[in-house]
């Protein structure tokens, strides 16, 4: 099994800046993919960011030009750095990564969510 542990999340006012992390770790063979989704009260999750193994980044429209996603491959890891920060960003971000395990299977797997909240 793989899992994902996200941090960072908060509150903060609009305008402002959070910066969420995500770390795998488990049966790992190879990550390829890892995205931040997210989900706002009685709506459906949504893709917000996808990088790729090789660095090649993909945006929602409504966070281009304000969100970056990075990842560290020796750690692991996958960064949302989250800037200019508005009241319909507030929701649950997870984070989530397919990946190859030590058996040559393929899956996917999701962390447990962190809330990010944004004031007027």
């Known amino acids: 099994q793989v899992q994902l542990v996200e941090s960072g999340g908060g509150s903060v006012q609009a305008g402002g800046s959070l910066r969420l992390s995500c770390a795998a770790s488990g049966n790992i063979f190879r990550l390829s993919a890892m995205d931040w989704y997210h989900q706002a009260p009685g709506k459906e999750r949504e893709l917000v960011a996808t990088?790729?193994?090789?660095?090649?980044?993909n945006y929602a429209d409504s966070v281009k030009g304000r969100f970056t996603i990075s990842r560290d491959n020796p750690k692991n890891t996958v960064y949302l750095q989250m800037n200019t920060l508005k009241p319909e960003d507030t929701a649950v971000y997870y984070c989530?990564?397919?990946?190859?395990?030590?058996?040559?299977?393929?899956?996917?797997?999701w962390g447990q969510g962190t809330q990010v909240t944004v004031s007027s």
């Open positions: 989530h990564a397919r990946y190859t395990d030590h058996s040559g299977r393929y899956g996917g797997s």
């Open positions: 990088i790729t193994a090789g660095g090649s980044t």
